[in-house]
């Protein structure tokens, strides 16, 4: 199977917040549709491993922000590429608060969505969340930013392989999940959080 072929699904990307009991906390995440129309309901899917997912499922609240054209790699290596679990994402950023009091992205983003969770399920890597939509508003004109435009446009390169040393095994640059072994197969899926090869980085003995 190629996995590659998913990939021309249309995806937006989002910075999914959440907040419970004064800790708060957000993760990049390509995986947000409306799914009802009356009362207005939307369906994320987030990694389980992620603390975003862990206080989202203790809170039963959450807010979205659409991610922009004009975003930066370094806005989404931010929020997509480290862990809450070691890091405050939020300490020292200018965060303003939905009306359930969750902290959004107002630069990088052209919108916000606010959703109150009615209905979870565990996918096994992910959970699916079921949210109302509590409120909505847009924060520029700019267009969101695709998944598509995301791969092409924003996300770097990937350097040449070092020569001089021996490549032992490739880390998830998503989740950390180390494949073991010198060379990641091309259909390879990360068995935690589902990025292909593209999102592995070599480790060298």
């Known amino acids: 199977m190629d996995k590659k072929a998913i990939y021309n699904l249309t995806y937006g990307v989002f910075m999914l917040s959440t907040k419970f009991d004064g800790k708060a906390n ?8 409306q799914v009802a129309n009356n009362p207005i309901r939307i369906a994320i899917s987030v990694i389980n491993s992620n603390y975003t997912c862990e206080l989202i499922k203790k809170s039963g609240i959450f807010a979205i922000s659409l991610l922009d054209k004009e975003c930066t790699f370094e806005t989404i290596k931010w929020w997509g590429f480290q862990s809450g679990h070691d890091v405050d994402k939020m300490d ?8 359930q009091g969750v902290p959004y992205l107002s630069y990088h983003s052209c919108a916000v969505i606010s959703g109150k969770v009615v209905e979870q399920h565990d996918l096994g890597s992910h959970t699916l969340f079921i949210a109302e939509v509590v409120d909505a508003k847009l924060l520029s004109d700019n267009e969101p930013l695709t998944y598509a435009d995301y791969q092409n446009n924003v996300k770097p390169k990937p350097e040449a392989p070092k020569t001089d040393k021996k490549i032992v095994g490739w880390r998830c640059k998503i989740c950390n999940y180390v494949y073991e072994g010198s060379e990641l197969p091309a259909d390879f ?8 090869p593209e999102d592995f980085e070599p480790i060298y003995g």
């Open 26 to 33: 957000g993760c990049i995440t390509n995986t947000c549709m």
């Open 92 to 99: 020292g950023l200018p965060m303003p608060e939905d009306i």
């Open 189 to 196: 899926s990360c068995p935690t959080c589902g990025h292909g």
